[in-house]
């Protein structure tokens, strides 16, 4: 797929990493306040794992099934 790195929005309203790395929620959770989110870097071609508060804004990404 195509992905565009729409960086992240911090807890208390800023933006970084914009056109640098893109983030996605994934469906797994670890606490009530963690989650598992999934990355990339712009020039990379690798996919990462991260676990990091709901707090924190990325992009979704819809899958129709």
């Not at 929620?25 to 989650?35: I, K, P």
Request: glycine share 12%; with cysteine; hydrophobic share 30%.
């Amino acid at each position: 797929f195509t992905a565009l790195p729409g960086g992240e929005r911090r807890p208390a309203g800023g933006y970084i990493y914009l056109e640098e790395e893109g983030h996605w929620w994934t469906s797994r959770v670890s606490a009530s306040t963690m989650g598992f989110t999934r990355g990339m870097h712009y020039n990379g071609d690798e996919v990462y794992d991260d676990l990091e508060q709901l707090r924190v804004a990325f992009s979704i990404r819809c899958v129709k099934d």
